[in-house]
């Protein structure tokens, strides 16, 4: 099954050829990670301090030899190339935290702005989101698309500390103010021949270009979310992404002074907080105010599948917008089936001969090897000129490489990816009955017609690809966040990229259709943009909480929140909370102490003399960490009681009295303590306790409620989620 696997991937993730790792010898030198928390308040020299510990594990050689990067400008570390005996020796020096193989990482590979009720900017706003400055760490950008015309812009922020430094070919404006790339590759450069970093850099800033469409499908204006901010474009993924360039960017966008960064990408497995780059990275930018905003990932529908798990990411799920595309197929008996795909391939109303590709395939690939038309099975000389029928999306790849006229697939899940040549996905029921037809007949035959849009009127329901919590590591910590459009997303391309991301595909178009929670990332990044724009002195957290208290609820998924997190954005809702949930960076290394990094660790971290408590807090303390989200674990067929405590801060009306409701037919018993908070100045802070009353639930379910503060203008709500299950299976690393 790796085939579909791998194939299943290429969708979603547009760049990053899945190399299998080769296990090797200890004595093979790999790239890994030495982390050493923050900056030392001593001025001395980071560079030389990093080679000469190097140098201590290294016989003769020479440590500049082994050297990959410093981190000096936001934290303390290096990478360098070692054997897995000199890095252990490194992990015992003094002021380390970590080490770590430096891993591949795997991109998360307009409608949606309209959809989410986000109005083109007023001139009032513009101004100050003119000044506000997204870091994209991801495959770079296409720097000369119109998306990133810099018409009308004036000069850089004057906060702006970084550089246009892009390489070869590559040129700042004042919409992209600036550029790093991360390759050590000769002529690498920041320019995005993948097209990836251009799709989600657009998507979260990119300006309003009209008549924008995928050769016509789906024509209209294009616009990122806050079309007036500025880019800069760390490129971390060539023909990989890895921890190492992920670091760097980390490293240079803090110090560089963006206000926000965006991370379409992450790691297939999760890890320990302290040696995963996302989480050590964005732990440092928190600390400087600069939130982070990470997709998910794509390993949904399975539990647990979610690896973007620090308290301090905003983790991102993927929806549906109302808009999706689909295509039919007539088959030569008369039926017509709808199947889903972007087909931009117009019929000329002939009909084409149908070939099963099991029945289509050379001797060596049998049964659903053979059904699956997996690589190097299809016979090309019996699937020329002709639609073939596979139960695989490899055959996507596959019938088009083999030269089929087109495919008619079998793929149950609820998308539609851009496709090299004429294509339509079919969910089971559908197939059937394309396959039965196929071998009902001597000479069956079928036209594939051109994707149309249509209206679901559905909208949105969560994608099943889209990762699922709950959070493996800190299962208190309700993961993913939120969730926003995900699903056939047009934004800008590389126009060097090929236009489905499969192999022979020679279509070259400046903006496209991708799909992934790489997509739904920077529909959030922007809004989290837009938020700042109006309170610029708001915390990480601050924005977070109002974006996820005010987003409207979800249903529809077995997992619930731990599918969709709090609901889908509302970017209107999200500047005027009314309440927030606050957290400085001591709450978070607080927690960090709870869940057992001991205070050495914490100090090197935190960069100062923080003491964990010296009575370890309850670990079940966690559930009153003040997450704008109340998760907790129960077991099976055990009844529960659970009391949370949580702190809101009044940012709405000076004076004003806050009433709490919960949902009248809910799973749970809910009650809070006091059920009413009044404020008489801004910033005042009130605490409540929430009671949670639960009785024997089943294995493997998961139950929710919520509860919601209003004033009579603002509403403030909090999921309320329960995963119950046996508790050897919520700590398993994936
Ligand atoms: C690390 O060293 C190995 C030899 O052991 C070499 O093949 C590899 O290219 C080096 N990697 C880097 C990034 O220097
Ligand atoms: C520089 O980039 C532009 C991008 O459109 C391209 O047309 C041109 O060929 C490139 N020049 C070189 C020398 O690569
Ligand atoms: C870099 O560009 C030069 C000049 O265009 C070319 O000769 C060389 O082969 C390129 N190197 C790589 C590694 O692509
Ligand atoms: C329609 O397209 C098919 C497949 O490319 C071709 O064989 C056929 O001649 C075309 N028919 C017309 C009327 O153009
Ligand atoms: C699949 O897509 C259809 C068509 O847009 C939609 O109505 C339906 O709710 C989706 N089903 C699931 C399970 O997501
Ligand atoms: C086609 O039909 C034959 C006979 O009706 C049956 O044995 C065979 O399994 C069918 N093949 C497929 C791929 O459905
Ligand atoms: C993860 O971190 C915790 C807390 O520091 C530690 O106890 C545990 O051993 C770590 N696990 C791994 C796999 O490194
Ligand atoms: C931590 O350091 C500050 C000064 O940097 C000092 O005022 C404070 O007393 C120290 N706290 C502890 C617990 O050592
Ligand atoms: C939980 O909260 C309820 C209601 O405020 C209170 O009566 C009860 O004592 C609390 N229980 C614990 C264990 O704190
Ligand atoms: C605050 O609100 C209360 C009740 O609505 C009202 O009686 C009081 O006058 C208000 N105080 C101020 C200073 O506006
Ligand atoms: C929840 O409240 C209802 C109504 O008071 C009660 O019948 C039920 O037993 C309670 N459930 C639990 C688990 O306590």
Not at 479 to 492: N, R, S, V, Y
Request: proline residues 5%.
């Amino acid at each position: 099954m790796a085939n579909w696997k791998f194939v299943l991937f290429c969708m979603f993730v547009i760049l990053g050829t899945n190399n299998v790792l080769v296990s090797g010898t200890n004595d093979d030198r790999k790239v890994h990670i030495i982390y050493m928390g923050s900056l030392p308040k001593e001025d001395y020299s980071l560079a030389s301090h990093h080679l000469n510990m190097l140098q201590q594990v290294l016989d003769d050689d020479f440590a500049e030899n082994f050297l990959v990067t410093s981190y000096k400008r936001s934290f303390n570390g290096f990478a360098a190339n070692l054997t897995d005996k000199e890095a252990e020796n490194i992990g015992r020096m003094e002021g380390v935290v970590s080490v770590f193989e430096s891993k591949k990482l795997q991109l998360h590979t307009t409608r949606s702005w309209d959809f989410l009720g986000l109005p083109e900017t007023t001139k009032e706003t513009s101004a100050i989101e003119s000044d506000m400055i997204i870091g994209v760490f991801d495959s770079g950008v296409w720097p000369e698309s119109d998306s990133f015309n810099d018409e009308g812009f004036g000069p850089s922020p004057k906060k702006w500390k970084g550089t246009c430094a892009g390489g070869k070919n590559f040129t700042c404006n004042n919409k992209i103010i600036g550029a790093r790339y991360y390759s050590k590759d000769n002529n690498a450069s920041a320019r995005d021949d993948a097209g990836h970093g251009s799709h989600a850099a657009s998507t979260a800033a990119g300006n309003k270009v009209k008549g924008t469409s995928f050769n016509g499908i789906a024509e209209g204006t294009a616009r990122g979310g806050v079309p007036s901010a500025r880019i800069a474009v760390y490129k971390v993924c060539d023909s990989r992404c890895t921890d190492a360039a992920v670091l760097g960017a980390f490293d240079d966008a803090i110090a560089d002074g963006v206000d926000l960064i965006t991370i379409s990408l992450g790691s297939n497995s999760q890890y320990n907080f302290t040696e995963d780059p996302i989480a050590i990275g964005s732990f440092h930018a928190m600390e400087k105010g600069i939130l982070t905003v990470n997709s998910g990932g794509n390993n949904g529908p399975l539990k647990h599948s979610t690896v973007s798990l620090a308290p301090w990411l905003f983790s991102v799920a993927a929806s549906s917008t109302d808009r999706r595309i689909i295509d039919k197929v007539s088959l030569g008996n008369g039926v017509t089936l709808t199947g889903q795909s972007v087909n931009t391939f117009t019929s000329n109303g002939t009909k084409i001969p149908l070939v099963i590709g099991e029945h289509a395939s050379i001797p060596n690939c049998k049964g659903p090897i053979a059904a699956a038309c997996f690589e190097n099975c299809l016979d090309p000389k019996q699937v020329e000129g002709k639609i073939v029928l596979c139960t695989s999306p490899a055959a996507l790849e596959t019938g088009f490489q083999s030269g089929a006229f087109g495919s008619i697939i079998l793929y149950d899940k609820n998308m539609s990816v851009v496709v090299p040549y004429p294509t339509s996905i079919l969910d089971t029921q559908t197939y059937t009955l394309a396959l039965s037809y196929a071998n009902s007949t001597t000479s069956p035959q079928a036209e594939i017609l051109r994707s149309e849009t249509i209206i679901d009127t559905n909208a949105p329901y969560l994608t099943d690809f889209s990762s699922r919590g709950p959070n493996a590591i800190v299962p208190e910590i309700m993961k993913p966040d939120i969730t926003a459009p995900g699903l056939e997303i047009l934004a800008a391309y590389s126009p060097i990229g090929s236009a489905s991301g499969i192999g022979g595909d020679k279509r070259s178009s400046k903006y496209t259709f991708l799909t992934g929670t790489s997509m739904a990332c920077p529909h959030v990044a922007a809004i989290a943009v837009y938020v700042k724009s109006f309170h610029p002195d708001w915390s990480p957290a601050a924005i977070k909480s109002s974006i996820m208290t005010t987003s409207t609820p979800m249903k529809g998924t077995e997992d619930k929140e731990f599918a969709y997190g709090s609901g889908q954005v509302n970017p209107i809702k999200a500047i005027n909370p009314g309440l927030i949930f606050d957290l400085s960076k001591d709450d978070y290394v607080n927690l960090l102490c709870i869940i057992g990094y001991d205070t050495p660790n914490i100090r090197k971290i935190s960069g100062d003399n923080t003491t964990c408590p010296s009575s370890t807090p309850q670990r079940s303390t966690v559930k009153d960490f003040n997450y704008p989200a109340l998760a907790f674990h129960a077991h099976p067929n055990q009844p529960f009681v659970v009391n949370f405590t949580r702190t809101v801060t009044n940012v709405g009306f000076a004076n004003s009295t806050y009433k709490v409701s919960v949902p009248t037919s809910s799973d749970l018993n809910v009650t809070v303590v006091p059920q009413v908070i009044s404020f008489k100045s801004l910033n005042e802070k009130q605490s409540f306790v929430v009671n949670v009353v639960g009785g024997k639930f089943p294995q493997e379910s998961v139950v929710s409620s919520s509860l919601e503060w209003t004033d009579g203008t603002h509403n403030v709500r909090s999921p309320i989620v329960v995963d119950v299950s046996q508790p050897e299976e919520r700590s398993h690393f994936m």
